[in-house]
């Protein structure tokens, strides 16, 4: 009887363990709205979403996902300044008005300055998907985010698809939510990053590596894929072989064929296709 309760408490008190564990649910905007990662992690009772959508319907959705969940939204922490990240933010805020936006110095900054251009720029495009307003979050004080006590550790400014991305570490639960320094069944965004950034990014990538993360979360996902740890050397292998392929294709179309023969099954080729021209620029 005493071993049959000891047991009973044993299996109970596993159980809280269990349940105090940090949960990472990664929520994936459609193919129009770029496969932008919106995360969130949740605690018992709190949550903390990392990166706010691109579109009205996609930011709709992780707002639906969040109220199923029951959890109370704290925070909002936004990766970096592409909108694709933050044009959701607004649809956000009116659902959880107590959640508090927050960034790095860096990207506040930048969606700043280049909102109202960006929605200018988009608007054609996505019409009412669009919002007409983005919430500016506020200087993150430090680098630390806590949630029910754990810590989500902010890397950043390092160089991503932009030179001022950023990461998230949760040590507790190892894992990383990467934003857009790794791309995972996508094509990687390269067209803000020349030959020398990429080269930078593939540092970030060895720190990122270093944390000996168990999952890695990407910013931008085919929502089939694992959030496994091959992430990185994917994206290794990919910058690795484009910078070969920049320097033996005389052409944008050479260029082209040359990845998607290599990497035929990834998704969103409208970004290879961009990186494409800004690395052969028509004269
Ligand atoms: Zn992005």
Known sequence: MKTKLLLTAFIALSGVTAKAQLQVQPIVGSEAGFRVT????????????IDAQFLISEAQKVVDEIKQSGKHLTTVYITHWHPDHIFGSTIIQQAF???KFVALPATVKE???SWQEKAKEWKGVYKDNLADAVVIPEVLKGNTILLEGKKLEIHGPVQGDDTHNSYVY???IRTVVAGDVVYNGIYPWTREANKAQRQEWVKVLDKIAALHPAKVVAG??????????????FMKEYLHFYDEARATADNKEAFIAKIKEKYPTLGLEVILQLGAGAEYPEK
């Open 38 to 49: 919106s995360t969130l992690v949740s605690g018992k009772k709190d949550a903390v979403l």
């Open 97 to 99: 008005p107590d959640a």
């Open 111 to 113: 969606i700043k300055d």
């Open 170 to 172: 949760i040590p507790s």
């Open 220 to 233: 931008h996902k085919d929502p089939a894929k694992e959030d496994n740890v091959e992430t990185l050397a």
